[in-house]
């Protein structure tokens, strides 16, 4: 039977007709002329990370309107937007707590929502930092007031003044800004051809 089926529909005939949307999915209508079955059945396993609650601290506020998740704290406030599959609820675990609710099509993305509400929640009420470090012949960092002024380039060596510390709430927006270097970063550097023994 498998056969004659796949003798019969040697060529692929693929229309789409859209029906609208449905659990944060764009649905379509799909017919076609030849159906290959999967041998392995692909799951999503389940996180152990998304499954931890996340502990609110005392001074940190969070308000959930529908699918917009808005966490206000003593450094700021951030904003998150969760798919339509996804959802959240209140909870008790020791002090304030925050669980997760994701439906078996979006399991996926259960330990991405929850690291970033996370990181919304240590933001507004702790902070990151992000250090660097200058490297080169004379680089270095002042602040002049709330000015950040970077000098770079001087022809004799400076030894003093080249770290920096950049700090807030919003990690996301912390990483991109500190691109100088890593205080902990290794970079592997390709020798010169000046240094090239001849």
């Known amino acids: 039977m498998a056969s004659s089926l796949t003798s019969s529909f040697q060529t692929s005939n693929l229309r789409s007709a859209f029906l609208g949307e449905r659990n944060g999915f764009f649905v379509c209508s799909v017919s076609v002329s030849h159906v290959r079955f999967l041998k392995k059945t692909i799951e999503c396993k389940e996180s152990r990370i998304g ?88 680089y270095r960092a002042t602040l002049e007031g709330k000015i950040l002024v970077l000098s770079l380039g001087f022809s004799h060596p400076v030894e003093e003044n080249t770290r920096t510390v950049v700090s807030g709430y919003d990690q996301s927006a912390i990483g991109p800004f500190a691109g100088v270097k890593y205080a902990d970063e290794i970079i592997r550097r390709k020798e010169g051809k000046a240094g090239k023994k001849k």
């Open 51 to 138: 499954k931890q609650p996340i502990e609110v601290p005392s001074n940190v506020t969070i308000t959930l309107e529908g699918q917009a998740l808005a966490v206000k704290g003593p450094l700021g406030q951030l904003s998150l937007t969760y798919p339509r599959s996804a959802g959240s609820e209140g909870g008790f675990w020791g002090s304030k707590a925050l669980f997760f609710m994701v439906c078996s099509l979006c399991a996926c993305l259960n330990n991405l929502l929850r690291t970033l509400t996370d990181n919304m929640v240590v933001g507004v009420s702790k902070g990151f930092d992000k250090r660097l470090q200058l490297v080169g012949v004379g």
